[in-house]
Structure formats: structure tokens, C-alpha cells
């Protein structure tokens, strides 16, 4: 028998909740009950459309089916296997899928619980690969400004959002240096796709190899699009340069797809959309639907095979977790892939990526737009922000949005974008009609 829906408000006492103003939100409580296709439910009864899938992460819309029945059916076949010393093939199994989707050359998975882990692992195994190379002393890591990374020390040291640096930032970690960012209204405002201008701040890394000397750094890790930090499409050329330059030196190039991976760009991974093949390649989200905290971590073979032969037949890497690889996240991920297999749901993407553009910059000329960007199926409308309340306007706006039955998200002062990529045309002319009438109300 169903469970009867709850709609009454639970105690909000004891949960410290995550990324939120608990104070605020415990005020006025956002409460979703259940979720089908592309709608939420709220606790309220209302229907909410899922603009942004969920957090950037359930591609193929909430509850589906396969998805539910592999998860049932193994959590009361093997609930849970040790994931060292001991294998299940379901991991297995998930690892061949994951590599299936992945750059030629990258056919090796790790898999982890989440983005921020998948970071931490990228960045740990860049350095056992040096290590492992004879080359012990490549350890500096260079990210990027306004990249995010997740929120383990590693992903908060290499990432660039100050606020989630600025409380920790004397324990992050050392040695670490940072690239520009390439968000530039002045040259690019309300680009379509990529930005033209840009790619040569990427040459920046040569000033930071000039400064270090490249025999001490391991890897550099970006976005391939930046989502978190307010969706920053990268500039032509720009991708590319980074990996001459890498290749040039020898540093590793670390991609974090934990966003871009599983369709967001209507390709398997961002690597493929833009032709720029990385050594190491973080994913998360999508890998699962969402609906098991699950991620992976995708390395070149050669890199693989080089941190395997070293050593003397014992452990080769002294790092795991309890749940890499655990039964139900391997189910879910396998059903996941086979549905975005079975639908079509990364050709969908590509498909509607015209319209969801054309839809997009419909915002363009509304009160206060300073910017609108895309690519694929994500885009950021970014708003001027109100004088000594930076932030203010947007979250305005996404409470408008929510109140009028849609859900997106915000950071800083730019709105970001991101269904489920099932979404149809009909959805997402729905999307940026409610988005829009937002915005001017908010004026
Ligand atoms: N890397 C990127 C690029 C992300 O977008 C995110 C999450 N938004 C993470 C890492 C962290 O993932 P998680 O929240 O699953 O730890």
C-alpha cells in the first residue's frame, strides 16, 4: 500500500542544514513531500516544476521506474559488500558502463559517494601517479578562481568562491596556486554558447609554471563549465589551450564534471562536447539519477597502469571509502545509464539545446539583466545586484519563481538553469515565462 503524503510541518529543530540561512529558512520552510518526471510536489500540495533537476543532478526526471526497481531488488539481494579486499560484479559491471561513456584512453573508475570526494580522490591520485613516475616533487595544484570543487579541504583549497575559503583559510591546503577566471561582462555579455574572447587566459599558466617551475606541479583542475559559481561557459580555445600547455609540461589536467557529466551539454561527458581530452575526470549527480549519493572518478589507463606496476604488489593507493562501490549506488547507476541509453536523453538535450538558447536570452532586456549565458541545457541569467545587498535580488527572484510553481537556483546574483533533460519545449517556455515575470516584478 502507498504511504499516505505528510503535509504537516515536522519539527525543524535538529537538522543544521546544509549551504542555507537555517535561521531564515526555518521562518519560512521550503518543504518538497514527493517528485515525478520533471515535478515536484510540495509539502503544501502544490506542483513545482524542477528547472534546475534538483541540484544540477537528476538528467532522466525524479522516480523513474528502473531506476527504483534495481535499487529494491538489490538492497534485498547483497545490501552491502566490503569495498576493500572484497569485489561484488555489480561494481564491476558499473565501472564497464561508467567507462563506457568516457574519453577514449580513460577507462578506468573509482568510485566514490559524491563530487567532493571524487575531488579529493582526483587530486590524491595526481599525486600517486607523480609519486609513482619518479617524480615525487609534483605536488602543487592549480585551480582557478571562482571554481568550485566541492568542500573537502582539497576541493576548497584548489577551488576559487571565497566565502567557502574565506572561514577555513588557515587549514587549507599548501601549495597551491590559482588561474584567472574567465567571466568578463565587458567583452562578452549575453554570448550564445561559448564566448569568443577569452582563451588566452589560459596562457596565465605558463606564468604560474615561470613562478613554480613545472617539475613541482602535479595538476591543474577546472571546470570545464563552471556551474556553481554562476554557470561560466568557457571562452573558444580556451580548453584547448590549458591542454597544450599541460601536455607541454607535464602536469595532469583534471576535469571536474561533476555538472557537465551525463548529458548537461547533450554529450556524454564536457570533455567529448568540446574535443579536450583530460587525464583525470571527476563525476558525481548525474551518474546516478541522484538516487543514491554516488560518484566515480575516471582516469587514463596509462596513468592507471603506471600507479598499479609501482611498488611491490602491495596496496597501491592508501585511500578508499566504506561505500565505494556500494550494491545500491552500483544499481542505481547501471539502471541510470541504461535509461539515458534507452531514452535518448543526452540526444534530447542536444536537440532542444536551440530552443532552451532561444528561451534563454529572452531574458536579455528585462529590468536589471546585466548578462545571460548558455550552453547545452543550463543556463545563468545574471541580475545587477542591489547596492550593499549582493545576492539579494536573485534570491528574490528564485522565491518568486518558487511561490509561482517553479524551481530554479541561485548563486550570487545570477539565476542558474538546469532541468531535467527530459523537459519539452512546452516546459521550457513555461520556465523562462515564470523567470521572466519574476524579474520584473522584482524591479
Ligand atoms: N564539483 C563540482 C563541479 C560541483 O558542481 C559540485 C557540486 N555542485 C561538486 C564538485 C561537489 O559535489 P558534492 O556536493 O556531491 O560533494
Same mark, same amino acid.
Given at each position: 500500500?502507498?504511504?499516505?503524503m @505528510?503535509?504537516?510541518?515536522?519539527?525543524l529543530?535538529?537538522?543544521?542544514?546544509?549551504? @542555507?540561512?537555517?535561521?531564515?529558512? %526555518?521562518?519560512?520552510?521550503?518543504?518538497?513531500?514527493? =517528485?515525478?518526471?520533471?515535478?515536484?510536489?510540495?509539502?503544501?500540495?502544490?506542483?513545482?516544476?524542477?528547472?534546475?533537476?534538483?541540484?544540477?543532478?537528476?538528467?532522466?526526471?525524479?522516480?523513474?521506474?528502473?531506476i527504483?526497481?534495481?535499487?529494491?531488488?538489490?538492497?534485498s539481494?547483497?545490501?552491502?559488500?566490503?569495498?576493500?579486499?572484497?569485489?561484488?560484479?555489480?561494481? /564491476?559491471?558499473?565501472?564497464?558502463?561508467?567507462?563506457?561513456?568516457?574519453?577514449?584512453?580513460?577507462?578506468?573508475?573509482? $568510485?566514490?559517494?559524491?563530487?567532493?570526494?571524487?575531488?579529493?580522490?582526483?587530486? %590524491?591520485?595526481?599525486? &600517486?601517479?607523480?609519486r +609513482?613516475?619518479?617524480?615525487?616533487?609534483?605536488?602543487?595544484?592549480i585551480?582557478?578562481?571562482?571554481?568550485y570543487?566541492?568542500?573537502? $579541504?582539497?576541493?576548497?583549497?584548489?577551488?576559487?568562491?571565497? *566565502?567557502?575559503? %574565506?572561514?577555513?583559510?588557515?587549514?587549507?591546503?599548501?601549495?597551491?596556486?590559482?588561474?584567472?577566471?574567465?567571466?568578463?561582462?565587458?567583452?562578452? =555579455?549575453?554570448? !550564445?554558447?561559448?564566448?569568443a574572447?577569452?582563451?588566452?587566459l589560459?596562457d596565465?599558466?605558463?606564468?604560474?609554471?615561470?613562478l613554480?617551475?613545472?617539475?613541482t606541479?602535479? +595538476?591543474?583542475?577546472?571546470?570545464?563549465?563552471?556551474g556553481?559559481t554562476?554557470?561560466?561557459? *568557457?571562452?573558444?580555445?580556451?580548453?584547448?589551450?590549458?591542454?597544450?600547455?599541460?601536455? !607541454?609540461?607535464?602536469?595532469?589536467?583534471? /576535469?571536474?564534471?561533476?555538472?557537465?557529466?551525463?548529458?548537461r551539454?547533450?554529450?556524454?561527458?564536457?570533455?567529448?562536447? $568540446?574535443?579536450?581530452?583530460? #587525464?583525470?575526470l571527476?563525476?558525481?549527480?548525474?551518474?546516478?539519477?541522484?538516487?543514491?549519493?554516488?560518484?566515480?572518478?575516471?582516469?587514463?589507463?596509462?596513468?592507471? #597502469?603506471?600507479?598499479?606496476?609501482?611498488?611491490?604488489?602491495?596496496?597501491?593507493? $592508501?585511500?578508499?571509502?566504506?561505500?565505494?562501490?556500494?550494491?545500491?549506488?552500483?544499481?542505481?547507476?547501471?539502471?541510470?545509464l541504461e535509461?539515458?541509453?534507452?531514452?535518448?536523453?543526452?540526444?534530447?538535450?542536444?536537440?532542444?539545446?536551440?530552443?532552451?538558447?532561444?528561451?534563454?536570452?529572452?531574458?536579455?532586456?528585462?529590468?536589471?539583466?546585466?548578462?545571460?549565458?548558455?550552453?547545452?541545457?543550463?543556463?545563468?541569467?545574471?541580475?545587477?545586484?542591489? !547596492? #550593499?545587498?549582493?545576492g539579494?535580488?536573485? &534570491?528574490?527572484? /528564485?522565491?518568486?519563481?518558487? #511561490?509561482?510553481?517553479v524551481?530554479?537556483?541561485?548563486?550570487?546574483?545570477?539565476?542558474?538553469?538546469?532541468?531535467?533533460?527530459?523537459?519539452?519545449q512546452?516546459?521550457?517556455?513555461?520556465?523562462?515565462?515564470?523567470?521572466? %515575470?519574476a524579474?520584473?516584478e @522584482?524591479?
Open positions: 500500500m502507498e504511504k499516505p @505528510t503535509t504537516e510541518t515536522p519539527d529543530t535538529h537538522l543544521w542544514m546544509p549551504f @542555507t540561512a537555517n535561521r531564515r529558512f %526555518k521562518e519560512a520552510p521550503r518543504l518538497l513531500a514527493s =517528485a515525478k518526471g520533471m515535478y515536484y510536489t510540495s509539502t503544501d500540495g502544490r506542483q513545482i516544476l524542477d528547472g534546475c533537476a534538483g541540484l544540477w543532478c537528476v538528467n532522466a526526471g525524479h522516480c523513474r521506474e528502473p527504483a526497481q534495481a535499487i529494491a531488488t538489490q538492497v539481494t547483497l545490501d552491502y559488500a566490503p569495498s576493500f579486499q572484497m569485489g561484488h560484479p555489480l561494481a /564491476f559491471k558499473a565501472a564497464t558502463a561508467v567507462a563506457a561513456l568516457m574519453p577514449t584512453g580513460m577507462q578506468r573508475i573509482f $568510485f566514490t559517494n559524491s563530487g567532493s570526494e571524487s575531488v579529493d580522490t582526483a587530486l %590524491k591520485i595526481a599525486l &600517486a601517479y607523480h +609513482a613516475n619518479g617524480q615525487p616533487q609534483r605536488t602543487r595544484l585551480g582557478r578562481e571562482r571554481g570543487h566541492g568542500v573537502g $579541504f582539497g576541493g576548497i583549497s584548489v577551488g576559487g568562491i571565497s *566565502p567557502n575559503r %574565506k572561514a577555513f583559510s588557515n587549514s587549507l591546503l599548501p601549495n597551491v596556486d590559482h588561474l584567472p577566471h574567465t567571466h568578463n561582462l565587458e567583452h562578452n =555579455a549575453f554570448s !550564445k554558447g561559448q564566448p574572447w577569452g582563451a588566452h589560459a596565465e599558466l605558463e606564468r604560474i609554471v615561470a613554480h617551475d613545472a617539475s606541479i602535479a +595538476a591543474v583542475i577546472v571546470e570545464p563549465m563552471a556553481s554562476g554557470v561560466l561557459i *568557457p571562452p573558444e580555445g580556451y580548453l584547448q589551450r590549458l591542454r597544450e600547455i599541460t601536455h !607541454k609540461h607535464g602536469i595532469l589536467l583534471i /576535469f571536474d564534471e561533476v555538472i557537465t557529466g551525463f548529458g551539454l547533450g554529450a556524454n561527458t564536457a570533455s567529448d562536447y $568540446f574535443g579536450v581530452t583530460p #587525464d583525470i571527476t563525476m558525481a549527480k548525474g551518474i546516478s539519477n541522484a538516487a543514491v549519493p554516488a560518484g566515480a572518478v575516471a582516469v587514463n589507463n596509462t596513468l592507471y #597502469d603506471t600507479v598499479i606496476n609501482a611498488g611491490d604488489n602491495g596496496i597501491e593507493l $592508501f585511500h578508499g571509502y566504506t561505500y565505494s562501490g556500494h550494491p545500491l549506488a552500483m544499481a542505481a547507476i547501471t539502471a541510470a535509461l539515458y541509453q534507452s531514452e535518448h536523453i543526452f540526444d534530447n538535450a542536444r536537440t532542444l539545446s536551440p530552443a532552451f538558447e532561444a528561451a534563454a536570452h529572452g531574458m536579455n532586456g528585462l529590468p536589471n539583466v546585466i548578462d545571460v549565458r548558455n550552453l547545452g541545457i543550463v543556463a545563468g541569467v545574471e541580475l545587477a545586484p542591489r !547596492k #550593499d545587498a549582493p539579494a535580488r536573485a &534570491a528574490e527572484v /528564485f522565491q518568486r519563481c518558487y #511561490d509561482a510553481g524551481l530554479l537556483r541561485y548563486t550570487g546574483d545570477t539565476i542558474a538553469i538546469s532541468p531535467p533533460l527530459i523537459i519539452s512546452e516546459q521550457i517556455g513555461t520556465i523562462f515565462d515564470v523567470l521572466g %515575470k524579474i520584473s @522584482t524591479a
